[in-house]
């Protein structure tokens, strides 16, 4: 998968996705990030690539030139016109179902702002999600970029080293995780729960899936308006309210 982000901050980018899971992913070829600077695109000696609003108004505005020209470079390279994501805190907010809906794309573009934003126009010409992080305003879309890069990337096969782990990680079934142990199986006087021990593979998940419910009823009972829930699950459930 390629990832292209159109910035002011290239080596933000680089240095950010370049290390742990994502930079080892970069390095086997399974995902590529191309950081486009934006002011490389700005058609004058100085590089500006913002100016003053019309109508007025605090701080400046990125022109639409810069940003469309810096686009094109992106569509004269891979052939085609992308999905371009644009990180604003006006967008949807980010979730798995996203992260799982954009994995399936060979190539996405992500979209940094800055200063009071950028040119409705070009918003209008190129721009086909508008995504937020969460619901706070950031300096700019290069820390939203990354975290959203991040968990793509974790869907793309032979990024994790077990490709299984992606599938039970917190939000499947739009659940949270369940508590994961290690050794020792005692510390400072505290057991690994027996039935992790036991070996009885049957008991162990439904344990699992028992403590994934008990955990999002307790910290993001929202989630569970979605969820994707047997009979049994239920009957847990309404177990778990009563107490």
Not at 82 to 104: C, D, I, L
Not at 116 to 139: A, F, K, W
């Amino acid at each position: 998968m390629n990832f292209h982000v159109l910035t002011l901050f290239p080596e933000m980018i680089e240095q950010g996705v370049g290390t742990s899971i994502t930079g080892r992913a970069m390095d086997k070829g399974l995902i590529s990030v191309n950081a486009v600077n934006i002011r490389d695109y700005a058609g004058n000696k100085h590089g500006q690539v913002d100016d003053y609003p019309y109508g007025g108004g605090a701080g400046m505005v990125m022109q639409p030139g810069p940003v469309y020209r810096s686009y094109e470079s992106v569509v004269e390279k891979i052939g085609y016109k992308p999905r371009v994501v644009y990180m604003t805190p006006q967008g949807k907010v980010f979730n798995q179902k996203m992260a799982e809906e954009f994995a399936k794309e060979e190539n996405l573009v992500f979209l940094c702002g800055h200063y009071e934003g950028i040119d409705e126009r070009v918003l209008d010409m190129i721009v086909t999600d508008h995504v937020s992080i969460g619901d706070y305003v950031l300096t700019g879309g290069e820390l939203p970029s990354m975290v959203m890069i991040d968990c793509i990337s974790r869907l793309v096969p032979g990024v994790l080293h077990n490709d299984v782990s992606a599938e039970f990680e917190s939000f499947q079934d739009n659940l949270l995780e369940y508590p994961q142990y290690t050794r020792p199986a005692e510390f400072e006087g505290v057991k690994v729960p027996d039935i992790l021990l036991s070996g009885d593979h049957a008991k162990v998940d439904r344990w699992r899936r028992e403590q994934s419910l008990k955990r999002t009823l307790e910290r993001r009972p929202d989630l569970l308006e979605e969820a994707v829930l047997q009979k049994e699950d239920l009957k847990y459930l309404e177990k778990q309210k009563e107490k």
